[in-house]
């Protein structure tokens, strides 16, 4: 294994297991040591997200079996990921991901006439800007926020710096030469500054893609833009593509929209709950909670198999519930899923999910509240293991 790569890292857990990264270079993976054995296994850094996870080796012992709980390693992890940081170049591809992923996620949506507002894509949902230039003049307008902005970000949402000029401004340079990204940013530093951090470190370092597997997006990034090794001098050899990094992109569609949908939501997760039940239908039926409708949702909107979702509400209790009955066998929970939110807060969120006047979609601010809620999630899981070097900012 030395041949094809090296450990760049490595803690000693005890005199029987160690934790290491090993690397070629590459997306870098963590090395599980039996020391006792002298025998090591290379996984993704995905698995120690599950902090419930349990590791058994065999001890010195004959028949010895030791038994580790993933939970513990989390301080070993974060010193080996630290190391591994200070030591290669990752630093060098981890921040230009950074700006990348930033501008990414600060795409303005173009809107030339009323009727884009009213015709939204899920896509144009999903963004967190609008350039409004609807008004008659198509090169002119205003960056419209589509997120609730607190105080401080408001102050900074004035209609000049938001102005539009020219046909070359209304687009992700022209937002950013503006520094809009900056001046809301500034102000939450948790919800735009670490975010971003913590998802550009997750996608290099082989962490799952907000529970998606990401592995071959992540080994896109290390090798975008490079030459491979060319052994025949006569042959040119051409660099690796490199295409500009969008939400929208097939491979990072669940993770950059989950990404925006906690930063427009993040405010109102708290008042999210998602529990599981045998039968949600009897059990919230038996709470108070009426029965309204029922709705299909597809292959990847709430989960990795399709659903049926019933919409329940509580008028006195004020309480909006759904629940999501998977039409075939997930791995990811037994039984019903079960949304329970307050009924004024679900319909703040509606709003947010709209920009005009238009009323809101029930479907979509249903999956962008659970995909923000899963963020939010994966996002804590994350965190721990990298905050020493993501740069972050603590509030």
């Known amino acids: 294994m030395e041949e094809q790569g090296k450990i760049i890292s490595s803690c000693d857990i005890d005199s029987n297991l160690a934790l290491q990264i090993w690397t070629r270079g590459k997306t870098p993976r963590l090395s599980i040591l039996n020391k006792t054995k002298n025998s090591r296994k290379l996984i993704h850094l995905a698995w120690v997200e599950k902090r419930s996870r349990t590791l058994s080796i065999n001890g010195k012992k004959?028949?010895?079996?030791?038994?580790?709980?993933?939970?513990?390693f989390e301080p070993a992890v974060s010193k080996i990921l630290t190391e591994y940081f200070a030591r290669t170049t990752f630093k060098v591809k981890y921040f230009k991901l950074v700006l990348d992923l930033e501008k990414a996620i600060h795409r303005p949506e173009l809107a030339t006439n009323k009727a884009d507002f009213a015709m939204m894509t899920d896509e144009k949902r999903s963004s967190l800007w609008i350039a409004d230039c609807s008004e008659g003049d198509r090169n002119t307008g205003y960056f419209r926020p589509f997120f609730p902005a607190n105080q401080m970000e408001a102050e900074n949402l004035t209609e000049e710096n938001l102005k539009i000029t020219s046909l070359q401004m209304r687009s992700t340079d022209g937002l950013f030469k503006r520094s809009e990204e900056r001046r809301v940013g500034k102000e939450c530093r948790s919800r735009w500054h670490n975010t971003i951090?913590?998802?550009?470190?997750?996608?290099?370092?082989?962490?799952?893609?907000?529970?998606?597997?990401?592995?071959?997006?992540?080994?896109?990034?290390?090798?975008?833009g490079e030459k491979p090794v060319n052994l025949n001098p006569n042959i040119t050899v051409m660099k690796a593509?490199?295409?500009?990094?969008?939400?929208?992109?097939?491979?990072?569609m669940r993770l950059g929209h989950k990404l925006t949908a906690y930063i427009r939501h993040c405010y109102m997760l708290g008042d999210v709950d998602v529990s599981y039940h045998d039968d949600s239908e009897k059990e919230l039926q038996e709470a108070g909670f009426t029965r309204k409708?029922?709705?299909d949702f597809n292959t990847g909107t709430l989960g990795d198999v399709p659903y049926r979702v019933t919409f329940y509400d509580n008028e006195e209790e004020g309480l909006?519930?759904?629940?999501?009955?998977?039409?075939?066998?997930?791995?990811?929970?037994?039984?019903?899923?079960?949304?329970?939110?307050?009924?004024?807060?679900?319909?703040?969120a509606m709003k947010d999910d709209t920009i005009s006047e238009a009323s809101g979609n029930e479907f979509f601010t249903l999956t962008r509240l659970l995909w923000a809620k899963e963020f939010d999630g994966w996002y804590s899981s994350i965190k721990p293991y990298v905050r020493k070097f993501a740069g972050l900012v603590e509030e």
């Open 293 to 295: 409708r029922r709705m």
């Open 197 to 224: 951090r913590v998802t550009a470190a997750s996608m290099l370092l082989g962490f799952s893609y907000c529970g998606a597997d990401g592995t071959k997006t992540a080994d896109y990034f290390w090798t975008a």
């Open 320 to 348: 909006t519930a759904f629940g999501c009955n998977p039409r075939m066998q997930t791995s990811r929970h037994r039984g019903d899923m079960v949304i329970l939110i307050p009924t004024v807060i679900f319909s703040e």
């Open 62 to 72: 004959p028949g010895e079996n030791i038994i580790y709980n993933v939970s513990d």
């Open 241 to 252: 593509p490199v295409k500009k990094l969008s939400i929208h992109d097939p491979e990072l």
